[in-house]
């Protein structure tokens, strides 16, 4: 494999709650009006991205995946498809209502993997906020009957979003985005979604969407309530670096960069990386590539040590090995073991 940063040109997804702020802050080039996803990295059936520079220009991401194998994606990734689905959200109008099946439903009813997903608030108006499962634990019973009855949104928790903070939903969390966010998320690769409640809303055809009631009732969990995440951060000579959630799906990691630093793949795992504000380069294999606000490239496994630099905050998501990542480095600064533990709950 030919190793340099492989900018991506993404597949965008249009949506009756979207906006234009994919277009006009993120520079997305979409033919829709209202754009309500665009997905960054994605090599899922039902959207994929493109390679948008070099020697790979207008190849789909499954397509290079399939021929470099571990090349590109690394020594921990267990399967041999791109395993992870990274996308922003544009979310005008609050989304529906919905939850997403684990690993085992997903491939049994979708012949598809499960849902584990974060969100990253990239821009936030003022009140907006996120539903983030039950104030209290509820029975399946009460779940169906206020379904039915067209009272969930009283027992759902909703949570103030704030900018730059992230939350982690596992598969079973019942949840919605809010209007007023624009959202960065990290997920599996995955398109399993089961609307419960879409608050009376037409979709872009003009008739109700579609509803996924009794797989929602199969695989919610109406006990669990979520909250924003914790982070740790640590100074560097060239700004911070901040360990967000990583479990056994995916990790995530902020960089807020003003100069030049190193990182290093270690060849276990590619790298995303997605600048969120400002603008820089990234440097592999002997080529540099500029990235400006909006913009995601992937650094293949194979890379090994590449350089950053520039002034901007980026946003970096990979397969993490738990102990060599995040428990030595962080117990190292001074972090309690609880604490990092609770970080990266592999």
Known sequence: MVIYPIKMTPCCKAAPWGGSKLRNEFLKNT????????????????????????IYAGRALDELTAEFGSE???????????????????????????????????????????????????????GAGLYLGFKKPITREEYAQR??????????????????????????????????????????????????????????????????????LDVSNTSQKGAASESLKAEEPWGTREWLNACGYFAAMKLTLNGSAEEDTGKGSFHILFVAEGEG?????????SLKKGETALIP????????????????YWLADAQSEYIEPLEKLGFDSKTVSALCGM
């Open 72 to 126: 590109l994606l690394g020594t921990r990734c267990r399967t041999k498809e791109f395993p992870v689905l990274f996308k922003l959200i544009d979310a005008r109008d609050r989304l529906s209502v919905q939850v997403h099946p684990n690993d085992d439903y997903a491939q049994k009813a979708e012949n598809d993997n499960g849902k584990t997903e974060m969100w990253t608030v990239l821009s936030c108006e003022e």
């Open 147 to 216: 379904i039915k009855n067209n009272t969930l949104e009283e027992a759902l928790e909703f949570v103030p979003a704030e900018k730059g903070r992230s939350y982690y939903l596992p598969a079973g969390l019942v949840h919605a985005i809010g209007a007023g966010l624009v959202i960065a998320e990290i997920q599996q690769s995955s398109d399993s979604t089961y609307r419960v409640y879409d608050w009376g809303r037409m979709g872009l055809d003009g008739k109700p969407r579609q509803l996924h009631i009794g797989k929602a």
């Open 281 to 289: 380069k990234v440097s592999c294999g002997g080529e540099s590539v």
């Open 31 to 54: 033919e829709f009006e209202f754009t309500g996803e665009s997905w960054e990295m994605s090599a899922h059936k039902n959207g994929k991205s493109v390679a948008a520079n070099g």
């Open 301 to 316: 496994a194979e890379a090994g040590k590449y350089c950053l630099s520039g002034s901007m905050t980026a946003f970096r």
